[in-house]
């Protein structure tokens, strides 16, 4: 079977594996042949790489016709949002991520905060304007600080948390009059700001159901303690502290079961993993965003769990049976510390040399890559904001992050950087 993964981050090195380690597992009966378009030097290890990227669907389509690709799994947003499952499906391909229509539930902040109003998904308060003078008069008259927050997708850059309304201002102008992101900028959404604890939820979702993984704590900001800008994400852990279960029972009947239900009256059918952003605030679960895909970090610890087969679970949501199938995870915490980049969030740089990676493929830890290439020397250099992953599990949080971080602090590159409080926070 010929599998091909798009993209190229921490979460493709991840369902690489995943289908490896199910791929042993199976024994005789499963040879994969798997390629990562355009992957990464971790990924080459374990798939063949192309040298294609991840938005050039033209020419991912022609290399899944020529080499006759069983099934396709993508990965990031952009891809999803120009229609690849839609072109794949056309020319009779099998392809996991849902559809452009049903993915603009990422790909347009807007639509989604309509969509979420009509199901009555528990949300925060917010205006969409596409003048900025009544952006600008908006903000001032805002009693509290405000999130803006670019329409379009914007690469995880396209939201600014403002302190006050002086900053509010600027991020509108950089937004509306500077175009910082082009199109995506056409609309901007302002929400109320919602003081609270992040959760991460994904699901399996087809026509007929769901199935929820792993509650995940993500945490956004590039500093310990929560400080600095936010980024895509820099370090995970789970059983999130807090998914209680009256958290989950809320996510599951007001936010899950009311997505289900608003496409089912809209006739949208959403096949693929849709990923709850969620803001907890005094016990109760607000959706701060919803994803089209896998997390990234959260996918890393998602799969690391996951006990069952994931080409399983994929052809049972592409047959629109996933409610049918009874999910098996590990109860073990695990946890993922993000190294970045000289520079990141705001402009990483490429190209220092990586040294220090320990070949553990323990089943207790190891490495997963994510912004990493080779250079003509064949040496693993730093090739994007977010370089590398280890993951870790354990019997409980604490001895996660202790094995995690043991590796984590061996690696070495000029202006490596990491949070050394992931999961610290009770
Ligand atoms: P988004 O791209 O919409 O997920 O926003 C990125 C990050 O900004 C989130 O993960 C939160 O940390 C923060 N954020 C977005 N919207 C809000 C909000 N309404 N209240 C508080 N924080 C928010
Ligand atoms: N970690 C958040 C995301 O994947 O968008």
Same mark, same amino acid.
């Given at each position: 079977? @010929?599998?091909?993964?798009?993209?190229?981050?921490?979460?493709?090195?991840?369902?690489?594996?995943?289908?490896?380690?199910?791929? =042993?597992?199976?024994?005789?009966?499963?040879?994969?042949?798997?390629?990562?378009?355009?992957?990464?030097? !971790?990924?080459?290890?374990?798939?063949?790489?192309?040298?294609? $990227?991840?938005?050039?669907? #033209? =020419?991912?389509?022609? %290399?899944?016709?020529?080499?006759?690709?069983?099934?396709?799994?993508?990965?990031?947003?952009?891809?999803?949002?120009?229609?690849?499952?839609?072109? %794949?499906?056309?020319?009779?391909?099998?392809?996991?991520?849902?559809?452009?229509? =049903?993915?603009?539930?990422?790909?347009? @902040?807007?639509?989604?905060?309509?969509?979420?109003?009509?199901?009555?998904?528990?949300?925060?308060?917010?205006?969409?304007?596409?003048?900025? #003078?009544?952006?600008?008069?908006?903000?001032?008259?805002?009693?509290?600080?405000?999130?803006?927050? &670019?329409?379009?997708?914007?690469?995880? @850059? $396209?939201?600014?948390?403002?302190?006050?309304?002086? *900053?509010?201002?600027?991020? +509108?102008?950089?937004?509306?009059?500077?175009?910082?992101?082009?199109?995506?900028? #056409?609309?901007?959404?302002?929400?109320?700001?919602?003081?609270?604890?992040?959760?991460?939820?994904? &699901?399996?979702?087809? =026509?007929?159901?769901?199935?929820?993984?792993?509650?995940?704590?993500?945490?956004?900001?590039?500093?310990?303690?929560?400080?600095?800008?936010?980024? $895509?994400?820099?370090?995970?852990?789970?059983?999130?502290? /807090?998914?209680?279960?009256?958290?989950? @029972?809320?996510?599951?009947?007001?936010?899950?079961?009311?997505?289900?239900?608003?496409?089912?009256?809209?006739?949208?059918?959403?096949?693929?993993?849709?990923?709850?952003? +969620?803001?907890?605030?005094?016990?109760?679960?607000?959706?701060?965003?919803?994803?089209?895909?896998? $997390?990234?970090? *959260?996918?890393?610890?998602?799969?690391?769990?996951?006990?069952?087969? +994931?080409?399983?679970?994929?052809?049972?949501?592409?047959?629109?049976?996933?409610?049918?199938?009874?999910?098996?995870?590990?109860?073990?915490?695990?946890?993922?510390?993000?190294?970045?980049? *000289?520079?990141?969030?705001?402009?990483?740089?490429?190209?220092?040399?990586?040294?220090?990676?320990?070949?553990?493929?323990?089943? %207790?830890?190891?490495?997963?890559?994510?912004?990493?290439?080779?250079?003509?020397?064949?040496?693993?250099?730093?090739?994007?904001?977010?370089?590398?992953?280890?993951?870790?599990? !354990?019997?409980?949080?604490?001895?996660?992050? /202790?094995?995690?971080?043991?590796?984590?602090?061996?690696?070495?590159?000029?202006?490596?950087?990491?949070?050394?409080?992931?999961?610290?926070?009770?």
């Amino acid at each position: 079977m @010929k599998i091909l993964v798009i993209g190229s981050g921490g979460r493709e090195h991840a369902i690489v594996r995943k289908l490896r380690r199910d791929e =042993a597992r199976a024994g005789d009966d499963r040879q994969l042949a798997i390629f990562a378009a355009p992957g990464n030097a !971790g990924i080459s290890g374990m798939a063949e790489c192309v040298a294609i $990227g991840a938005e050039d669907i #033209d =020419a991912l389509l022609r %290399f899944a016709l020529t080499e006759r690709i069983d099934l396709t799994i993508v990965g990031p947003e952009a891809p999803l949002a120009q229609g690849i499952s839609d072109r %794949f499906a056309e020319a009779g391909l099998r392809v996991f991520g849902p559809s452009q229509s =049903a993915a603009r539930i990422e790909a347009s @902040k807007s639509f989604a905060r309509a969509q979420m109003a009509q199901a009555c998904v528990p949300s925060p308060a917010y205006r969409v304007f596409r003048e900025l #003078d009544d952006a600008i008069a908006y903000v001032h008259a805002f009693a509290g600080p405000v999130v803006v927050k &670019a329409d379009g997708l914007a690469a995880g @850059k $396209g939201v600014t948390v403002a302190a006050n309304a002086t *900053e509010a201002e600027q991020a +509108l102008r950089a937004i509306m009059a500077e175009r910082v992101f082009g199109q995506a900028g #056409d609309e901007v959404v302002i929400e109320e700001f919602l003081d609270g604890r992040e959760l991460s939820v994904m &699901a399996f979702v087809d =026509a007929n159901g769901y199935a929820l993984m792993p509650a995940i704590e993500d945490h956004k900001q590039v500093g310990d303690g929560d400080q600095g800008p936010n980024t $895509g994400g820099m370090g995970t852990y789970t059983p999130a502290y /807090a998914a209680t279960d009256t958290v989950m @029972k809320s996510v599951r009947e007001h936010v899950f079961d009311r997505m289900m239900a608003q496409w089912r009256r809209l006739g949208v059918v959403y096949r693929g993993v849709l990923f709850a952003g +969620l803001m907890v605030v005094n016990g109760r679960p607000y959706v701060i965003e919803f994803n089209a895909r896998f $997390g990234d970090p *959260e996918t890393q610890l998602a799969l690391e769990l996951l006990d069952t087969d +994931l080409l399983t679970v994929i052809d049972a949501v592409l047959a629109d049976r996933v409610r049918e199938l009874a999910l098996s995870w590990s109860s073990d915490a695990a946890l993922c510390v993000v190294l970045a980049a *000289e520079g990141y969030p705001e402009a990483p740089r490429k190209g220092d040399t990586i040294s220090g990676l320990i070949d553990t493929d323990s089943s %207790f830890v190891y490495t997963l890559h994510a912004g990493t290439a080779f250079d003509g020397q064949g040496r693993t250099v730093t090739n994007g904001g977010r370089v590398l992953n280890v993951v870790a599990r !354990g019997d409980t949080i604490a001895q996660a992050r /202790a094995r995690a971080y043991t590796v984590a602090d061996s690696v070495v590159y000029a202006g490596k950087h990491y949070r050394t409080d992931i999961g610290a926070r009770r």
